[in-house]
């Protein structure tokens, strides 16, 4: 396994928001399109929620468990972090 990955993200404060988010992808709408949108995450959302490469350590440890197990292509459920939840989607 590669420690180092790249993954984008949709930040959202509540969880009736995330659900909603995951919903919407399940149904085909685009995930980077979502992320301009919708994330709170002002400084990724404008790259489509890029947040680019990292390695362990680099992010809060339930974002981090959760990123390192999806595979390329993949969309995780809701994450739950201090912060709110994420949508996290790895590209490699």
């Keep these: 396994m590669s420690n180092k990955i790249k993954c984008s993200h949709i930040f959202?404060?509540?969880?009736?928001?995330s659900l909603a988010i995951v919903e919407r992808l399940k149904k085909?709408?685009?995930f980077a399109k979502l992320a301009k949108e919708l994330s709170i995450d002002s400084g990724s959302?404008?790259?489509d929620g890029n947040l680019g490469y990292f390695t362990k350590g680099m992010m809060v440890?339930?974002?981090e468990?959760?990123?390192f197990?999806?595979?390329i292509g993949e969309i995780s459920e809701p994450v739950k972090t201090?912060?709110?939840?994420?949508?996290i989607k790895r590209f490699a």
Excluded: C, D, N, T
């Design 45 to 47: 959302a404008k790259k």
């Design 82 to 87: 201090e912060f709110g939840y994420h949508i």
């Design 12 to 17: 959202v404060p509540k969880q009736s928001e």
């Design 65 to 67: 468990e959760i990123a």
């Design 28 to 30: 085909g709408e685009k």
């Design 69 to 71: 197990k999806l595979q």
């Design 61 to 63: 440890k339930q974002f």
